[in-house]
Structures are given as C-alpha cells and as structure tokens.
C-alpha cells in the first residue's frame, strides 16, 4: 500500500528510492496506470475553496489545482484534478516534496519521474502537464523561500 502523507523524516531522495522500488514491482505498464489511478483515489479531498483559478496549473490538458500552506518551515501541498491518472501523477510528486522546505525542495533533483519510466509512457501532453506541476512545486517553494529571507533580514 502506497501512503501519500509520509513521515516527514524521509528525504526527499528516499521517498524517490522508495517510489522507484514499488513501481519495479510491476513490468506491465497497465498495472503502473492502475497504481496511479489507486494513488489518486487515496488523495485527500481538495477543498472546494482551493479550486480556484489561481491555484489552477497552467499547461496542463486536465483541470489541476494545486494548493501550498506554509506550516513551521515546511510546504504543504493539496491538489485535484479533473484525470484520474493525473490525479496520481499529482499525488506521487506531492508524496515526495510534501512537508520539506522550500530549500529542500529547490535543491531537490526529482529523478523518480524518469527512473519509473513515467516520461515516456505518458501522451506528450500529460508529459507537459507533469513538467508544469513539477515546475509550479518549484515556483511555490522560490516564493516561499523569498519570503524567508525577507523575514530574516527583518
């Protein structure tokens, strides 16, 4: 069973490990798809105020939203989208860089994406969904890092 709010103990790097040994499991890409129509299934309902316009993912084919809160040090990421496969796709990245810090998630190098195979078995416009979440994490993380450094020179 996959769990989508890890312990926050994990690195980044080990959640990937840990993500990559589970889809090697499977050598069938019909299963992989159903692993991540399973994820998405297990990822916590999005609050209705949060799909908002602003929080919609540019690029994406699917509706997207992706919600980030800022608790203790640490980005908290909620998301939805409309795809049930993209509803997985948004819930592995989440498991990886949700509860770190926006540091943690600039220097991050997500390599799970191409180690699982997830690149080339997705439609190129899935494939351009994926690399505008990944780059909507990253642009959440800069603001929030911008914004600590703002405070510290307070």
Known sequence: MIQINQSPIMTI??????????????????????????????????????KTESNLIDGCQSRVWLQCDY???????????????VKGIIALLIRVINNHTPQEILDADLYFIDKIGLKD??????????????KQVRLYALAYKTKESEQDVE
Not at 71 to 85: C, E, H, N, Q, R
Not at 121 to 134: D, I, Q
Request: proline letters at 1%; hydrophobic letters at 40%; zero cysteines.
């Open 71 to 85: 608790i203790d040090g640490k980005l908290v990421f909620t998301a939805d989208s409309d795809a049930l496969i």
């Open 121 to 134: 078995h997705l439609s190129p416009t899935r494939s351009n969904g994926l690399l505008a979440m990944v």
């Open 13 to 50: 790097n080990e959640l990937q490990d840990e993500i990559i040994e589970e889809f090697s499991e499977f050598t069938d890409w019909m299963d992989k798809y159903q692993m991540l129509i399973d994820l998405g299934n297990e990822l916590d309902v999005l609050n209705e105020k949060y």
